[in-house]
């Protein structure tokens, strides 16, 4: 005997916020005529449906929370006519019982000089900041000089797979053949949550092309979110600097994440790092 798993319908809270958002939207709001004065402020359920495209019963069952079949379309219809922005769009899909939509940066939040002063903050020990396709976009200067930023690669899979200093036996990465699954199964993580971006087929088209190591891994078709591993990086300088790395999203950006660089307890790299940083290595 099989059963169903029902997704869970926050009936009353989707009531009331539908009905507090429906009340703040006027009529000319919505580019409707003028129609003197009315009772309540705001839309009456007949126009929000009207105007999303669905049928009045249909809408009155929705706001009443009732046991009726919702899609991410008409919920995207419903939340264009209430004026909602991402957050509360996706706040309506969690209250529909759908799945919500991966959220959206901010509108004009672009990369800022705060941005770039979260990840100096981060001083003395390296931080970076990769965009949603894995292309470095930031950098702070203990990253640049313990990790060799910026090099050759922008993006960081295809740097990972490419250079040589990053293969077994090449010095950059003596941890490369441990972490290089949970990498390329974290980058199928990501590419999977955007299916039809361009940008994520262009880096794996590239790779499949150019690294039979990562077409190999490819082909196992695992995913998994990357959480915190622990590299080793062979710096041709002060030799080994071994870093527990993790990453960290902004909600404001959710198409940035910051990779914190930690090194290692019991590990020479903070005092390998602080003579880097010194200056005395260039």
């Known amino acids: 005997m099989t059963s169903t798993v029902r997704p869970v319908v ?3 809270e989707l009531s009331d916020f539908l009905r507090n958002r429906r009340g703040r939207i006027t009529p000319a709001q919505a580019g409707l005529p003028s129609s003197g004065r ?12 009207v105007l999303a495209g669905v049928g009045p019963s249909w809408y009155q069952w929705l706001e009443q929370g009732r046991d009726i079949a919702v899609s991410p379309q008409v919920l995207d219809s419903v939340a264009r006519v ?11 899909y969690a ?8 959220p959206d940066a901010a509108p004009g939040t672009a990369y800022c000089e705060g941005l770039q ?9 390296p931080a970076t900041m990769l965009d949603r396709h894995w292309n470095h976009v930031a950098w702070n200067e203990s990253a640049r000089l313990a990790l060799g930023l910026p090099g050759a690669d922008r993006n960081c899979l295809v740097g990972f797979f490419r250079h040589q200093g990053l293969r077994p036996g090449g010095g950059r990465a003596r941890s490369w053949q441990q972490i290089a699954p949970a990498v ?36 196992r078709q695992d995913v998994r979110e ?9 710096h041709p300088v002060v030799g ?34 602080a003579w880097l940083l010194s200056g005395r290595a260039e």
């Open 240 to 273: 080994a600097l071994r870093f527990e790395s993790s990453q960290m999203r902004l909600p404001a950006r959710p198409d940035l994440t910051v990779m914190f660089y930690n090194p290692l307890t019991g590990t020479d790299t903070s005092e390998k790092l």
């Open 38 to 49: 009315r009772r309540t402020p705001g839309l009456r359920r007949e126009e929000v449906a």
């Open 226 to 234: 990357l959480g915190v591993i622990v590299n080793e990086v062979e």
């Open 184 to 219: 390329v199964a974290a980058f199928r993580a990501s590419a999977a949550e955007r299916s039809d971006d361009e940008g994520f087929r262009e880096v794996i088209t590239e790779l499949l092309r150019t690294s039979p190591e990562f077409a190999e891994l490819w082909a």
């Open 10 to 12: 926050h009936r009353p």
């Open 95 to 102: 209250l529909a019982g759908v799945n919500p939509p991966l």
């Open 117 to 125: 002063r979260l990840i100096e903050a981060w001083e003395p020990r």
């Open 82 to 92: 209430l004026r909602l922005d991402d957050t509360e769009r996706r706040h309506l």
